[in-house]
């Protein structure tokens, strides 16, 4: 069975900075991604980052990228020089061969 | 391509009612998924099916029920409504084995039960 656990129920930071949100991780498979969805208040669930568990290299997608601590299972989510159209829900989710599994979810606020 | 349709996107129902909540994609992938998000948690898998005629259950099945009879439609029913099934429901579909794990996700339905 996979779990993932998301600790920080809400963030706020100002816009331009930098926000790191958390991600820990369980599952009994060798064979796994994890992800990192965005959901803002239209309820649409947005891809914002993947990583294939026996990929090393930590992934990036411009302003957004990961700290993928295989042996400690953590999977961290950074974002750089924050905007306020970042504003919104933001899901860990671990993929296995069958399930996806998602945390609960932190509520992320950028302020102006 | 439309993506992953879902109808309706608001649903209103009195307890005992029942009613099929649809989804379709016209990605052709092999596996679909139903997800249940209620206020201040994740989503949570329901149903999900590998294909035509396979279906399994997932960690909160209880008071629902799925078919796959084709590829393309992977409908959600609700036998007896209770108000402890009001959530915003989600289909999601994705390719198979081995070539990718990313799920697309449909526009999600707004259920209460009353």
């Known amino acids: 069975a996979q779990t993932v656990t998301q600790s920080q129920p809400e963030m706020s930071v100002q816009e331009a900075e930098t926000v790191t949100l958390s991600c820990t991780y369980d599952t009994s498979e060798n064979n796994y991604y994890l992800f990192w969805y965005k959901q803002p208040p239209s309820r649409q669930m947005i891809l914002v980052i993947r990583?294939?568990?026996?990929?090393?290299q930590n992934a990036t997608e411009n302003r957004f990228s990961v700290n993928f601590q295989k042996a400690a299972k953590s999977f961290s989510l950074k974002i750089s020089d924050s905007q306020l159209g970042d504003t919104a829900m933001y899901f860990c989710a671990c993929q296995g061969a069958q399930k996806l599994v998602f945390g609960q979810g932190t509520r992320l606020t950028i302020n102006p | 391509n439309a993506g992953v349709t879902q109808t309706p996107k608001f649903q209103v129902l009195k307890t005992g009612q029942s009613m099929t909540l649809q989804c379709a994609q016209d990605?052709?992938?092999?596996?679909m998924s139903w997800y249940r998000q209620d206020p201040g948690m994740g989503l949570r898998l329901i149903h999900y099916?590998?294909?035509?005629?396979?279906?399994d259950q997932g960690e909160v099945p209880n008071g629902y029920n799925v078919s796959r009879s084709t590829t393309e439609d992977f409908p959600l029913r609700l036998l007896s409504a209770a108000p402890s099934q009001t959530s915003v429901y989600f289909c999601a579909s994705r390719l198979g084995l081995p070539r990718t794990y990313e799920q697309y996700f449909g526009p999600g339905t707004r259920l209460t039960v009353t």
């Open positions: 990583q294939e568990a026996y990929k090393q």
């Open positions: 990605m052709n992938h092999e596996y």
């Open positions: 099916s590998v294909g035509a005629g396979i279906t």
